[in-house]
């Protein structure tokens, strides 16, 4: 007897699989895979990040500074025009720039390091998520990996070839020429068929299909123990079966899900010991920190949470239903139930990300109120950065809710960074300008008239002649 033991996919035996990371993608994979630890990794990745666009944002600040300087010598004329122009802000608004570009401010300049930075910043995080989908689907794949592994631990290639027989047969169905492959070994409990094309050309890459060895797995186990334990399962699984209201046993059935609960608990156990996506709260980083998400997730969320497109190793292109199937999908996860139901997280870098972004809007604001109050004639741009308190915390809401875990944690931490930068930053640029404000003041008040400067010139001439 025998039954026919599917794998839960050939396509991680066979094919490699990938996703066109891009070069900096591959970077990002690097820098996490090799500091080993998911979270650490996307803050080390973070930091780096920053610190190519921390230039830029200091040059910037240094720009805005100077800026900020000149226009407060036009601090006459700007109040002249705002009270000239009180009821007409586009002739405001042009009279404003005019005097701006006489005085030698361009706006471009100082928008200019801003633009760079978040051009570079789109593009990273655009890499990073385009890794968050490979990390995701190179986790299942490893635990697939696994689970195939445990069950062919008994079948014929993992034993010594010298007891292999392959037996020729011809499909009465199709009129294929097929193998049947199966070992004589102690311990080895299955054997497989394929096409014979396939078997000539590559034993290792043919597409086969496992059928239990039903007398030598049980019936004529030799054994003791091994058949205790699995005598054991058998009867907890038929129990089970009786109480979803079958009456009859199957022997086949139950040898069947022997195996498949040994791929099972080997994929179980790599997802929480080799992966082990998990940081801090967060039980799997790949997926938002909520209560709703859990760390595996049901098919269809698994399959929604993909959004690359997925190549195989003969460069076709595959889908995720192409690499797990919903059956397969269901019988590699079948002992992580628990993470199956619990919660992800509890919305604390949420909160957090929210709570940063208010903090440095707010901190903005203040660095930017005297340049706001000669950007308008009704002070619009102190009242779009009120606006922008409440627009950014929104955005970074939603996209904590929408993507995952490790993107929230890079944004926290770019956040903190940030934070940080412009404080020092203002408290250098304070002194700095301070200095230079203090000299062009006192240069301004210590001047003397043109004659009283020749009268002085001549007197000196006059002693030194005595």
Known sequence: ??????????????????????????????????????????????????????????????????????????????????????NDKDAYSRKMLELQKKNGISLFSACLPMIISFAILIIAVTAFQSYANYANLSMYQGMAQSYNAAVLEYAPETQDPSTVTVTDYTDEVSGEARVRVESSADGCYLYYTCLRSEYDNDPSTAEKNYYILIDKFYTEQKDAAFKAEVAEFIATFEEMRRQEGYESTDLELSCNAWFKNEGAKAAAEHFRTTENPSFLWIKNVWYPDVSYKHPIQDYSSFVSSISADIVDAHGRESTVQDVFSEAQYNDM??????????????????????????????????????????????????ATQKMMLVIMPLIYAITGFLWTAAFSIYIAVSSVFGIVITLVTNVVLDRVFRKKEEEAIKARYTRTVPWKTESSENGKKDKKKK
């Open 1 to 86: 007897m025998s039954s026919l033991l599917a794998l839960v996919t050939q396509f991680t035996m066979q094919n490699s699989f990938n996703i066109d990371l891009g070069w900096l993608a591959n970077f990002v994979k690097i820098i996490i895979e090799g500091v080993g630890v998911v979270g650490w990794g996307v803050i080390v990745f973070t930091l780096i990040l920053k610190a190519v666009t921390t230039p830029f944002d200091i040059y910037q600040r240094v720009k805005m500074r100077k800026q900020t300087l000149v226009m407060r010598s036009m601090q006459e004329d700007l109040e002249k025009l705002q009270k000239q122009y009180a």
């Open 333 to 382: 996860t079948a002992l992580l139930s628990n993470e199956k139901e619990q919660a992800n997280g509890y919305y604390i870098l949420i909160i957090l990300t929210i709570g940063l972004m208010v903090l440095s809007q707010l901190i903005m604001m203040k660095s930017q109120k005297e340049s706001n109050r000669y950007q308008t004639v009704d002070g619009q741009g102190a």
